[in-house]
């Protein structure tokens, strides 16, 4: 057996995990594409002692800081398959390297997939925003709108009009708001534009006018955003646990899924998507990985 554990994912929860099991001596693997899904964001917020700093700094730190336990390796590369053997489990990565584990942890993020809309992607983390959370500080009392229809939006708008004031609902299309949601919003001031969006006008990815199918323009600051999430593999089928109906990982409150010897932990487990309540997870997933090769080993 190659290591104790291979983890799959280096970023915030794969990181946090492999420092737990690090500092516990565990031999850990950590394979990682280096595409986590808050690159393209300048800055991060609401995380404690980093607040405001650039996510690859943040994740550049907890590199060097893990590294720097003798026991933990890093791998540079894209895990194609996991497989669950007698003794543990085989991870092939897509440059044929392969490596064997007796635990494995999966910290593989969310794929976000935006809708299909000129410039949008270009905007994507840098004033196209899907978190209040982490980004809504720095455009409060701004002009922004929500691109989203039906529950979601009228849920959404709850939490933003906190922040901004002047606040509109592009819903794309026929909205899906009840009578009684649409009477509520507009009693509080919010626009519901129902008119087609065709594109998000620029400059560096920072907004400047949304504009509709029928020529009109709308100048915002910020859109909030609400991408379509996968995961990145189909390491369900491959390892065979079970994925939740809002298709993250299953996880009970000790990050392990429903096959054993797996465990997940990170955005892929949940969509409280917080640097906080990532790392957090990842711990939590390191402390019972190596409870439960202690108690198989004593
Ligand atoms: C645009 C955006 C902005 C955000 N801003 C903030 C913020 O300001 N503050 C905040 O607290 N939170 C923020 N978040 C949330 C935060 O970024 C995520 O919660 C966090 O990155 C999740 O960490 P993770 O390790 O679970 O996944 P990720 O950071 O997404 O990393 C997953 C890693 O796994 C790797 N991987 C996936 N599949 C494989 C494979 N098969 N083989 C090898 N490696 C693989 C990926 O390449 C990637 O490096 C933001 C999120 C987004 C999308």
């Known amino acids: ?27 850990v693997l950590v394979i990682d594409a280096s595409e986590p899904c808050n690159k393209q964001t300048p800055h991060s917020h609401n995380f404690l002692t980093h607040d405001g700093d650039r996510p690859a700094d943040i994740s550049a730190a907890a590199k060097a800081e893990v590294l720097k336990y003798p026991t933990v390796k890093f791998v540079e590369g894209k895990a194609i398959s996991a497989k669950q053997t007698e003794q543990g489990f085989s991870v092939d990565l897509e440059n044929s390297e392969h490596f064997t584990s007796r635990k494995l942890l999966l910290a593989t993020g969310l794929k976000d997939t935006l809708p299909d809309i000129k410039g949008l992607a270009a905007c994507w983390a840098i004033s196209a925003i899907h978190c209040p959370y982490c980004h809504g500080f720095e455009v409060k009392n701004e002009k922004v709108a929500l691109l989203m229809n039906g529950e979601h ?8 009009q906190l922040l901004n004031k002047d606040l509109t ?4 299309g026929k909205s899906e708001l009840t009578d009684v949601q649409t009477e509520k919003l507009r009693s509080k001031s919010i626009t519901i ?17 949304v504009v509709f199918k029928n020529g009109k323009k709308l100048a915002l600051k910020a859109i909030y955003v609400k991408p379509e999430i996968t995961q990145h593999l189909n390491f369900d089928k491959q390892l065979g646990f079970e994925l939740t109906d809002l298709k993250i990982i299953k996880v009970n409150e000790q990050q392990q899924t429903t096959a054993k010897g797996v465990y997940a932990a990170g955005d892929c487990t949940t969509l409280f998507r917080s640097l906080s309540i990532i790392t957090a997870s ?12 202690i108690s198989e080993d004593f």
């Open 153 to 160: 939006a009228f849920e959404m708008s709850k939490n933003i």
């Open 282 to 293: 990842g711990t939590m997933a390191a402390v019972m990985i190596n409870k439960e090769l």
């Open 1 to 27: 057996m190659d290591f104790d554990v291979i983890i799959i994912g280096g970023s915030y929860a794969g990181l946090s995990a492999a420092l737990t099991l690090g500092r516990s001596t565990r031999n």
């Open 169 to 172: 609902i592009l819903t794309n």
């Open 193 to 209: 534009v129902e008119d087609e969006v065709v594109e998000f006008e620029h400059r560096d990815g920072y907004l400047e006018n």
